[in-house]
């Protein structure tokens, strides 16, 4: 059966693409770290940091005047809480360049997809709901009134498939995080500290704080 898709030339392109921005991050990441600086450190997560807000505000079909700085702010601020949190109560004590970029790297992907998603959901509502919400407005409504039924429509758009991953999780497969690192370690452990559980517990700290930190950010974007 063939469905002539029209697809091959960009599944060429999406193969290439993936395979020269692993190639060079992995050079990047390479060179930080053996440089030891943590000024690079900082300018690599930054970098990826506004990437994933660009990439956040350019997935929307419908667009507004401040999106892009309303993603930035958004994506920069929120992985800045959760790297706080994670250093403050996840890894007290241990070097910044241990788990810094990996860290930023999760967190990023992870909430690009989920704020995607409700930055979508949320303008699709708005735009299908204008005449209502304009209605509302003129009958003296505040903002957030008349918009709280698309913020609604959004936050469940966006934390219904979060909830569904986070019921599978562990069940069906093995998380990338935890995979990783059960690679990189041979799947061993020494004396009470086996690496699987160290692995385990890592994998559901970046889960919670992935889940908690697309739940906040949407609500600030909106």
């Known amino acids: 059966m063939v469905f002539r898709l029209g697809l091959n030339l960009t599944l060429l ?3 290439a693409r993936v395979t020269f921005q692993l190639t060079l991050l992995g050079i990047l990441i390479s060179l930080v770290l053996s440089s030891g600086s943590t000024l690079l450190m900082l300018l690599l997560a930054g970098g990826m ?12 079909n419908v667009m507004y005047d401040r999106l892009v700085p309303h993603c930035l702010v958004s994506v920069a601020g929120g992985v800045a809480v959760a790297v706080l949190y994670a250093a403050i109560a996840v890894f007290p004590g241990v070097s910044p360049s241990h788990y810094l970029l990996p860290l930023v790297g999760l967190l990023v992907g992870s909430v690009v997809n989920g704020v995607s998603a409700g930055l979508a959901a949320l303008m699709a509502e708005v735009a299908l709901g204008r005449p209502q919400i304009e209605l509302m407005l003129a009958l003296g409504a505040s903002r957030d009134e008349a918009a709280r039924g698309a913020v609604r429509s959004a936050l469940q758009a966006t934390l219904g498939p979060v909830l569904s991953q ?18 990189a370690s041979g799947g061993g452990g020494d004396g009470d500290s086996p690496h699987a559980m160290a692995a385990a517990r890592l994998q559901l700290v970046v889960a919670l704080l992935s889940t908690g930190e697309e739940r906040r950010l949407l609500v600030v974007c909106c």
Do not use: C, F, K, Y
């Open 13 to 15: 392109i999406a193969v």
């Open 49 to 60: 940091i506004a990437a994933g807000g660009l990439e956040a505000a350019s997935r929307p």
């Open 166 to 183: 986070l019921s599978l999780v562990g069940l069906i497969g093995v998380p990338s995080l935890m995979a990783g690192q059960l690679l």
